[in-house]
């Protein structure tokens, strides 16, 4: 099975930079995601790391280091419109593509 | 390219009654996934499906049916709906590393 942890809530300032901890325990690793999510609206897909290190995508970055098990997710250059729940979702080795997620971090950005 | 279609939005359920959370897709995707969502806690999963004809229990299957006639459809049955049930339902579709939700049906059961 899989275990996720993230905070729960995190604030930050418009124009900052913003670092969100995944960290997780499985019994077997294919992948970690990162999905963003509005109040009321259904989440959408921000990043996915199988390998160790770091995928910059835009204003947003996202790290893996399976040894650690631990994952972040980076937002440069906070926006307002980055106010969200930021999902974890980790991915087993079975067969059907299953992806467990984490309670989730909710961002307020505020000016 | 519609990506993963979900109906009703909405829908007030009372103890007892039941209905069907309809789920389709149009990218030919073989993995369908149904998840629940209540406030402070992440995606829950329902029931998944590998391929048309093929479905299997997640986490929390209990008061819930589907099926899987199609590679398109991936419909939720609710027999006997409870209070419970009042929650927030996702269906996704999978190809390779591309999750796709749709966009949930927000289910009161009074």
């Known amino acids: 099975g899989q275990n996720i942890d993230q905070p729960t809530e995190m604030t930050a300032t418009e124009g900052a930079i913003v670092q969100i901890n995944c960290t997780y325990q499985?019994?077997?690793?294919?992948?970690l995601f990162w999905y963003q999510q509005h109040a009321g609206e259904a989440p959408t897909f921000l990043s996915y790391?199988?390998?160790?290190g770091l995928e910059e995508k835009g204003r947003f970055s996202s790290f893996l280091s399976r040894s650690k098990g631990y994952s972040y997710l980076l937002l440069k250059e906070l926006q307002m419109k980055d106010s969200a729940s930021y999902l974890c979702?980790?991915?087993?080795?079975?067969?059907?593509?299953?992806?467990?997620f984490g309670r989730g971090t909710s961002l307020i950005v505020h000016p | 390219n519609a990506g993963v279609t979900q109906t009703p939005k909405f829908r007030i359920l009372k103890i007892g009654q039941s209905m069907t959370l309809q789920c389709t897709q149009d990218?030919?995707?073989?993995?369908m996934y149904w998840y629940r969502q209540d406030p402070g806690m992440g995606l829950k999963l329902i029931y998944y499906?590998?391929?048309?004809?093929?479905?299997d229990k997640g986490e929390v299957p209990n008061g819930y049916n589907v099926s899987r006639s199609t590679t398109e459809d991936f419909p939720l049955r609710l027999e006997l709906a409870a209070p419970s049930q009042t929650s927030v339902y996702f269906c996704?579709?999978?190809?390779?590393?591309?999750?796709?939700f749709g966009s949930g049906t927000r289910l009161t059961v009074v």
């Open positions: 979702a980790v991915r087993d080795q079975g067969g059907s593509y299953i992806p467990t």
């Open positions: 499985t019994s077997g690793f294919n992948g």
């Open positions: 790391n199988v390998l160790d």
């Open positions: 990218m030919n995707h073989n993995y």
């Open positions: 499906s590998v391929g048309a004809g093929i479905t």
């Open positions: 996704a579709s999978v190809e390779d590393t591309g999750y796709t």
